[in-house]
């Protein structure tokens, strides 16, 4: 029985030698071999290093004063070169800004015109302080040229936008009178006659109440008028662009 117990416990000894054997082969060893190599592979490095260096000085090293001048004018040159780049993109830069800017500041100075012709003319809304002035005419005995008065009182005090009723006072408004009250450029408006107007409320206030002005024409026909100071009035009536028959534009000559 001892012999087969023998043969089973000796194959793993030997394989666990082996493997043994193997590890061993396979580390370093600190021979003089393997310094040398260590040695030879480092002074090898260092060599090739040098050289590089050694050939990128040599390569102005052994060239002529009048080459290395040249280079170094070429040098020079081109950071001159790149400097006035710089400069020129600077300027470029620069000048877009500008005209960008100059652009939107004409563009924002012409809608602001634009603005404000389309107040005078009419044809845009305005909201801003001014005065209500309210005429109360149960007899109708206010005609159109008291009414036209009151608003030629109103223009010459500053009035920027008029509205009568629903309708947008201009240039081109014209009053007559009808059965029923005033017909305002071809509107007809009833009493009470509101009429809104923006501009400095204290001045178009004083200039309806002066003595025999436009209230106290009123109350001596028999009507009444108040005037309402007001921090914001709204001018929204609208006239329509009609155009002209005869009028034409005069050509202008570019310079």
């Keep these: 029985m001892s012999q ?50 050694q050939t990128s ?29 710089v400069r020129d993109l600077q300027s470029s830069l620069e000048l ?4 960008t800017t100059g652009e939107e500041e004409a563009q924002r100075a012409a809608q602001e015109r634009l603005d404000a012709l389309g107040i005078l ?26 009414l036209l008065d009151a608003i030629q009182e109103l223009r010459d005090a500053g009035a920027e936008a008029i509205q009568v009723g629903d309708v947008r006072v201009a ?11 005033i017909s305002v450029s071809g509107t007809e408006v009833s009493p009470p006659y509101v ?5 400095d409320s204290d001045t178009l206030a004083g200039a309806m109440q002066i003595p025999g002005g436009v209230t106290a024409t ?17 001018v929204d009536a609208l006239l329509s662009v009609t155009t002209p028959q005869y009028a034409q534009p005069v050509p202008t000559s570019t310079p």
């Design 171 to 181: 240039a081109s408004t014209w009053f007559a009178d009808t059965d029923e009250g």
């Design 121 to 146: 003319a009419g044809t845009e809304p305005a909201t801003g302080p001014g005065i209500v002035l309210r005429i109360a005419d149960p007899e109708h005995a206010v005609g159109q040229i008291l």
């Design 195 to 199: 009429v809104r107007a923006i501009g």
């Design 57 to 85: 000085i040599q390569g102005l090293e052994n060239l002529r004063e009048d080459e290395l001048v040249r280079i170094f004018a070429d040098v020079d040159q081109d950071g001159d070169r790149l400097s006035q780049e």
């Design 218 to 234: 009123v109350r001596r026909v028999g009507a009444e008028a108040t005037v309402d100071i007001r921090e914001r009035v709204d």
């Design 4 to 53: 087969p117990e023998r043969a089973s416990t000796n194959p793993p000894t030997d394989a666990r030698h082996a493997w043994a054997r193997l590890r061993r082969a396979g580390a370093p060893r600190p021979s003089r071999s393997n310094l040398l190599a260590m040695l030879l592979a480092a002074a090898l490095g260092f060599a090739i290093i040098a050289q590089v260096r």
């Design 96 to 99: 877009l800004e500008s005209r």
